[in-house]
């Protein structure tokens, strides 16, 4: 039994380890080993590729504030066959108009909504 379980603890390790190294742009912030370990991993794998390359086009949108390419990404996103990211897109798409305003104007009405939601649990 506990064979078991540390085989499970390993594999969530290393399951561990390759979605750090998915989610994190190879350029940068992974060492020369690291961006070659990555290279192999993404190679034999092609739904952990094509994840890889979704979270790096994401990342790259969101940093630009780029309301074109979160579009396209989300289109792209939600025709892929990857379910985590076909759900993403679904959601975010039903708040596309509240994303596009994030990105466009300097300020939010989060604070706000954070009070009626505390004032709506209260009573």
């Known amino acids: 039994m506990a064979s078991s379980e ?6 969530a390790s290393a399951a561990h380890s390759a979605c750090a190294l998915a989610a994190a742009p ?15 991993v993404l190679a034999a794998d092609g739904c952990l590729d094509a994840g890889y390359k ?11 504030l780029d309301v074109p390419a979160v579009k396209q990404w ?3 996103a939600a025709a892929s066959d ?3 990211f076909s759900r993403l897109a679904a959601g975010m798409t039903d708040d596309l108009e509240a994303i596009s305003n994030a990105f466009r104007y300097p ?3 989060g604070p ?3 009070h009626i939601t505390r004032v709506k ?3």
């Open 82 to 84: 990857l379910k985590p």
């Open 121 to 123: 649990t209260v009573s």
């Open 74 to 76: 989300l289109l792209d």
């Open 6 to 11: 540390n085989t499970r603890a390993a594999k």
């Open 26 to 40: 190879c350029t940068g912030s992974l060492e020369e080993d690291e961006c070659d370990d990555l290279e192999r």
């Open 54 to 64: 979704l979270v790096q086009r994401f990342r790259v949108a969101l940093h630009e």
């Open 112 to 114: 706000v909504e954070g």
């Open 107 to 109: 300020s939010s009405t």
